[in-house]
T-cell receptor, first 111, second 116 residues
Framework: GESVGLHLPTLSVQEGDNSIINCAYSNSASDYFIWYKQESGKGPQFIIDIRSNMDKRQGQRVTVLLNKTVKHLSLQIAATQPGDSAVYFC??????????FGTGTRLTIIP | GAVVSQHPSRVICKSGTSVKIECRSLDFQATTMFWYRQFPKQSLMLMATSNEGSKATYEQGVEKDKFLINHASLTLSTLTVTSAHPEDSSFYICIARWGGGGGGYTFGSGTRLTVV
């Protein structure tokens, strides 16, 4: 069945360094992917999305890479800041239906 | 654009009472609303999917008589937790689907429900 999972449950990065959060998915038919972050006690915040007809998309300080061959998704955050500390989730979708979310990776920025 | 307003953000209720959570799409028509629940340190789990004007489709294990979903219009969907119990304490969030093939998803801000 479908599943979305994250390789690393926790990640600590020095402030100013770049961070990479990875995600694996199993449904090769998934055509839409989202990354979002969730700070403690708050609701999820959309970061960036990508459709399966792309392999890279850039936003402000963030880049999402999609490798459909190995069914892998990654989120790169450049020049991390303390405000980037949060739990990051990836989610996949097929055919404009429900989003299936991964288990999350906690990113901690070390001052 | 594509903003979903979810209320309340926090609610504390007594066991046995009911709580209604509203999600309104402010500047678009939400053809589909997904309701998710998130327990501490876990990811979002889909509870049900609702389309405007039709009955919601519940995921396996979710009691439809306990979690009443109404999607009477393209701009409003509600989730009512009936006869709440402490184990219903959780973070509830709606996610609206908008547009067609080029559309996307918009997240509500979530509701922290605590049942005492």
């Amino acid at each position: 069945g479908e599943s979305v999972g994250l390789h690393l449950p926790t990640l600590s990065v020095q402030e100013g360094d770049n961070s990479i959060i990875n995600c694996a998915y199993s449904n090769s038919a998934s055509d839409y992917f989202i990354w979002y972050k969730q700070e403690s006690g708050k609701g999820p915040q959309f970061i960036i999305d990508i459709r399966s007809n792309m392999d890279k998309r850039q936003g402000q300080r963030v880049t999402v890479l999609l490798n459909k061959t190995v069914k892998h998704l990654s989120l790169q955050i450049a020049a991390t800041q303390p405000g980037d500390s949060a739990v990051y989730f990836c989610a996949e979708n097929f055919g404009n239906e429900k989003l299936t979310f991964g288990t999350g990776t906690r990113l901690t920025i070390i001052p | 654009g594509a903003v979903v307003s979810q209320h309340p953000s926090r609610v504390i209720c007594k066991s046995g009472t009911s709580v209604k959570i509203e999600c309104r799409s402010l500047d678009f028509q939400a053809t589909t609303m997904f309701w998710y629940r998130q327990f501490p340190k876990q990811s979002l789990m889909l509870m049900a999917t609702s389309n405007e004007g039709s009955k919601a489709t519940y995921e396996q294990g979710v009691e439809k008589d306990k979690f009443l979903i109404n999607h009477a219009s393209l701009t409003l969907s509600t989730l009512t937790v009936t006869s709440a119990h402490p184990e219903d304490s959780s973070f509830y969030i709606c996610i609206a689907r908008w547009g067609g093939g080029g559309g996307g998803y918009t997240f509500g801000s979530g509701t922290r429900l605590t049942v005492v």
